[in-house]
């Protein structure tokens, strides 16, 4: 079975501050991926970052990057430089079976 | 053109009654999936397809039936509705012969059972 983990139900950054949203996962599989989805308050899911359990490098785009620590299983996400639109909830999931997080709600403070 | 359709975006309806979603993809995926979003945001898989095979049925009361007349559409139907199931229907398709299978989202549905 796949699980993923997220321990921050809330969180609260200064505007322009760096920000980590944790996520932990378990799996027996060796080849598996994990992706960041963001929904803001309008209700859309959006697809931010993905990182295979094989990719040698830590997945970036743009403001995101993935901290990912395959020892550890955790794969955390990264976001510099935070802006007041970056309020929302984000999710942490595994590439197979749709297995999602209960997510971190984070809110950016003027 | 957007990529992944659901309609209606907003169904209100009584108990009992049966009802459908209905979800396109233009992305040319060959799998497509339905995740129920409660009150609490907790996102859960119903059913998955490819190539109109269902490869994922998670625990999910019969009076949900998908129907995926090809690759491209994926509908839920739903019969004698509850209070329950009232949440956000969220449809979603990927590519699996991407390595990444990354899932693009449709808008979602919310569903209110009165």
């Known amino acids: 079975a796949q699980k993923i983990t997220q321990t921050q139900p809330g969180m609260f950054v200064q505007e322009k501050e760096a920000v980590t949203l944790d996520c932990t996962y378990d799996?027996?599989?060796?080849?598996?991926?994990l992706f960041w989805y963001k929904q803001p308050s309008s209700g859309e899911m959006i697809f931010l970052i993905y990182q295979g359990s094989y990719d040698e490098q830590n997945a970036t785009e743009g403001r995101y990057s993935l901290n990912f620590q395959k020892a550890r299983k955790s794969a955390n996400l990264v976001i510099s430089a935070s802006q007041l639109g970056d309020s929302a909830m984000y999710f942490c999931a595994m590439r197979e079976l749709g297995t999602f997080g209960t997510g971190t709600r984070l809110t950016i403070i003027p | 053109d957007t990529a992944v359709s659901q309609t209606p975006k907003y169904l209100v309806t009584q108990m009992g009654n049966d009802k459908s979603i209905k979800c396109e993809q233009n992305l040319g995926h060959d799998t497509m999936y339905w995740y129920k979003q409660d009150s609490k945001k907790f996102l859960k898989i119903m059913f998955s397809y490819n190539n109109k095979e269902l490869i994922i049925n998670e625990t999910v009361p019969n009076r949900f039936s998908p129907k995926s007349p090809d690759k491209a559409h994926l509908n839920l139907h739903i019969n004698s509705l509850e209070l329950g199931d009232s949440a956000v229907y969220f449809c979603?398709?990927?590519?699996?012969?991407?390595?990444?299978?990354?899932?693009?989202f449709g808008a979602g549905t919310r569903l209110s059972v009165l």
């Open positions: 799996t027996s599989d060796q080849s598996y991926g």
């Open positions: 979603a398709s990927s590519q699996l012969t991407s390595g990444n299978h990354i899932q693009y």
